[in-house]
Nanobody
C-alpha cells in the first residue's frame, strides 16, 4: 500500500519554474514506478512523465520534453517534477501516481494516486 501527497503547486508567470513534490508513505516506495499526470478543466487526465523504481529510466510526453524533469529520492520517499519554461498550455491539476513494476504511460495501469496540486500560469 502506498499513500501519495503532492505539494509545490501555485501561480507562476509564463516562462517561470516550479518544482512539484510527491511524498510517499509505505515501505515499498523504492520498488514502485512513479509518474506524473495532469488534468486541465474540461479535459481528460493526461500522462506527463514517468520514472522507473531505481530512477534509471525516464519517459516524457512530447509537449514537456526539454522543459520538465522527473526525479526521485528513494531514501526520502519523494518524487519530484521540476518544471521550467512554463507555458500557458501547462496549467492543470498535477497528480502523482504509483504502480509496481515497469514504467508505463497509461492511466489505468497506475494503482495509487495523490489528491493533486494546482499549477496556474499567468501570461
Amino acid at each position: 500500500q502506498v499513500q501519495l501527497v503532492e505539494s509545490g503547486g501555485g501561480l507562476v508567470q509564463a516562462g517561470g519554474s516550479l518544482r512539484l513534490s510527491c511524498a510517499a508513505s509505505g515501505r515499498t516506495f523504492s520498488t514502485y514506478a512513479m509518474a506524473w499526470f495532469r488534468q486541465a478543466p474540461g479535459k481528460e487526465r493526461e500522462f506527463v512523465a514517468a520514472i522507473s523504481w531505481i530512477g534509471g529510466s525516464t519517459y516524457y510526453t512530447d509537449s514537456v520534453k526539454g522543459r520538465f524533469t522527473i526525479s526521485r529520492d528513494n531514501a526520502k520517499n519523494v518524487l519530484y517534477l521540476q518544471m521550467n519554461s512554463l507555458k500557458p498550455a501547462d496549467p492543470a491539476v498535477y497528480y502523482c501516481a504509483a504502480r509496481p513494476g515497469t514504467i508505463v504511460r497509461f492511466i489505468n495501469d497506475y494503482d495509487y494516486w495523490g489528491q493533486g496540486t494546482q499549477v496556474t500560469v499567468s501570461s
